[in-house]
C-alpha cells in the first residue's frame, strides 16, 4: 500500500466528495436508467453533473481512486459504472495510524 500515493489522491476535496457520494448512492444520484440499481456502481455522467466538472476532468479523478484501488468499475456496454471498494479504503483506514 503506498500511502503518499493514497494521500496525494485524497488531497482533492472533489475526489473525497465522491468517495463520500459512493458511500450512499440512493441518496445521492438519481434513479440509473441503464441498470436496476446501484450494486454495480454510479454512472459517470451522474458524477460529472453532480460536481458540475467536464467530463475529462472527472474521467480522470475517476481513474486516480481505481488506480489506488479505492473504485471498482464496471462496464455495461459503453458506460462505466463506479462503486466504492470498501476493503481496500478498510484496510487503508486500519493501517494509517502506523504510517503517521
Not at 35 to 49: L, N, T
Amino acid at each position: 500500500m503506498d500511502f503518499t500515493e493514497i494521500n496525494k489522491v485524497l488531497s482533492n476535496q472533489v475526489r473525497v466528495a465522491i468517495l463520500n457520494w459512493l458511500k450512499k448512492p440512493e441518496e445521492n444520484f438519481p434513479k440509473q436508467v441503464n441498470v436496476p440499481d446501484f450494486s454495480d456502481g454510479v454512472c459517470v455522467c451522474h458524477i460529472q453533473d453532480k460536481t458540475g466538472l467536464s467530463q475529462s476532468t472527472i474521467s480522470h479523478y475517476l481513474m486516480m481512486l481505481h488506480k489506488i484501488d479505492f473504485l471498482i468499475a464496471t462496464r455495461h456496454g459503453k458506460w462505466t459504472y463506479y462503486r466504492r471498494n470498501e476493503t481496500e479504503i478498510l484496510k487503508y483506514i486500519e493501517a494509517l495510524p502506523d504510517n503517521i
